[in-house]
């Protein structure tokens, strides 16, 4: 009896039957629970990383696109922003035309990261949701509020990778040619030089944090993110070929720019001979007034290709209620035919609401709320009544909704 039990082990690690759940029998030998689940590991991470994995070509550029092939989508559907849209089309073909260089070339050429700086509501991450969608590429977008330095209470600046990682199920090579975009990053900016009594951990030492990241290294990510699981085995990516775009409102720069290029905000000056658009000063922005405002020089220099959002226009916003593929009166158009009723929308009615957007300085992000406040009531009673088979949103219809909503407290802001 002893020698039938000492004949059934695991052939892998020696485990006694008794103390395995289950020993699976072969033709010359058994196999143990545990070391099937380790067999499983090793078989994964071979074909993560050297193995012929099928999937190593599952993100790449599509055949045959353009950085024009890249605009004309986003033209579909982000209104304006022409130079915003150049620089990031050109940012992500360059990217990839960089991974496709041979190895054995002499001249390296240098990932470009990517700056927007534009008001609230200008259409940052817009942006990168729009080429996220385009792009057959691993694709993550973090916000850069989350961030402290570590050993402080929230996210490490390795979780960036964290959610890449997690957007390409773990694939990762593919996560390493991979982008990211980093909204909100003037909310890591330096508070200012004087001394405080409070450490700023989600400011500059964040930015230190990153600059190795940006630049291009091999980083240990935990994959699971964060340090909820502290057990967790790292994971090693190399950043180099990773681009990372970065976007932030930048609130008050334009005093920066002001102050360099000697003029003001507000107010007449007759002074100089160059003209300044006082009411677009960020198109004057440079890398020296992001230092001002707070970034460090180390950062700035990591994100060489720096430009701007213009602010939105009154035309601007009524295109963008009606002509992109997912414009907003669309959304509705489409909500109120699933319940079987036409609706429109008059041309004094959609001139009203961008007017009212411009008021409120809330930028494209505002129109939602606008549009909401009009539309509840019709939402609301219209599928209850019988008989109902269309209904026009006029500007008379749309004064009304707003005076009776709480928007309409957004006056004196």
Known sequence: MRKEKNNTRCSFCGRDKSEALILIQGIDGHICEVCVEQAEELIQEELYTEGPDVRRDEFS?????????IKTHLDEYVIGQDDAKKFLSVAVYN?????????????????????????????????????????NVPFAIVDATVFTEAGYVGEDVE??????????????????????????VDKIARKGDNPSITRDVSGEGVQQAMLKMLEGTEVNVPPQGGRKHPEQKMVKIDTRNILFICG?????????????????????????????????????INHMDLKSFGLIPELVGRLPVLTYLEPLTKETLMAILTKPKNALLKQYQRLFELEGIKL??????????????????LGARGLRSICEAIMTDAMFNLPSEEGVDSFEVTKTYAKQQIERSKLSKLKAA
Do not use: M
């Open 61 to 69: 550029l599509k055949e045959n696109v353009r950085p024009k092939d």
């Open 95 to 135: 990217h990839y035309k960089r991974l496709k260089q041979n190895k054995n070339d002499d001249v390296e050429i240098e990932k470009s990261n990517v700056l927007f700086v534009g008001r609230t509501g200008t259409g940052k991450t817009l942006l990168a949701r729009t080429i996220a969608r385009f792009l």
């Open 159 to 184: 979780s960036i990778l964290s959610r890449l990682l997690q957007v390409c199920d773990y694939n990762i090579p593919a996560a390493e040619k991979g982008i990211v975009y980093i909204d909100e």
């Open 248 to 284: 932030g409102a930048f609130d008050g720069i334009e005093k920066v720019i002001a102050r360099r290029v000697n003029t003001q905000v507000i107010g007449f000056s007759n002074d100089g001979n160059e003209s300044y658009d006082r009411d677009n000063l960020l198109q004057y």
């Open 344 to 361: 429109s929308f008059s041309s004094d009615a959609i001139d009203f609401v961008a007017e009212k957007a411009i008021e409120f300085n």
